[in-house]
């Protein structure tokens, strides 16, 4: 993975303290982990940490989250294990983290309360201001890498006249000259035929 993508990887990282928990900040997308992707390939992104700061993850090994936040991508929370060992700490933790359920606020200190939480399908908590930072950062993101495309020039009107041929009037919101003398020629028609009709003599 050449250096451009790593440091992409990490730009998607809210980065703090060794001991804390560093987020990813794109909603996950895969029960509650973080998704990247690159050429054409998606990783989980606590996988792909522990490969670019530790080391290449071995056949039948899987990452266990020490600290049990799934979007956090911190090497030193990261532990490789057989997936034995992380199915016996994953009962382990179910069965006695009840400080996790009796958490009152979120890792940035909004409170699991009132408007601001919202509960997951899976029963979980989600704290609404972190999710819509996240998603505000990640249009922002969006937005720098697809910028919007200026619109194409049209180079003729909806009656098909070409500009370059017939000319326009009024700018870019103007019109097309022959359409214009057309309209004019209409307009003298329709009021000598009512002159006529007024006065047939």
């Known amino acids: 993975m050449d250096n451009a993508t790593v440091m992409r990887f990490w730009s998607k990282v809210d980065v703090g303290d060794v001991d804390a928990c560093w987020l990813w900040k794109p909603l996950g997308s895969t029960n509650g982990y973080g ?24 056949p039948g090994m899987t990452i266990d989250h020490l600290c049990r936040v799934r979007n956090c991508v911190n090497p030193a929370h990261l532990d ?30 909004h409170p699991y309360s009132g408007d601001n939480l919202r509960i ?16 505000a950062e990640w249009r922002a993101r969006q937005r720098i890498l697809n910028p919007p495309k ?13 500009y ?4 326009r009037i009024g700018g870019d919101r ?19 035929a009512l002159q006529q009709a007024a006065d047939p003599t």
């Open 80 to 109: 490789c294990v057989t997936k034995a060992e992380n199915l016996r700490r994953a009962k382990s933790w179910e069965n006695g983290a009840e400080f996790q359920r009796n958490k009152t606020h979120c890792v940035a200190g």
């Open 35 to 58: 998704q990247f992707s690159s050429r054409g390939k998606t990783y989980l992104a606590h996988r792909l940490a522990y490969e670019l700061s530790q080391s290449p993850i071995p």
């Open 164 to 167: 370059a041929e017939h000319g």
């Open 120 to 135: 997951c399908k899976s029963g979980k908590r989600a704290c609404r201001t972190c999710e819509r930072r996240y998603t």
């Open 150 to 162: 200026p619109p194409a020039p049209k180079l003729q009107c909806r009656n098909g006249h070409l």
């Open 174 to 192: 103007g019109g097309c000259r022959q359409c214009a003398r057309e309209a004019t020629r209409r307009s003298r028609a329709r009021a000598k």
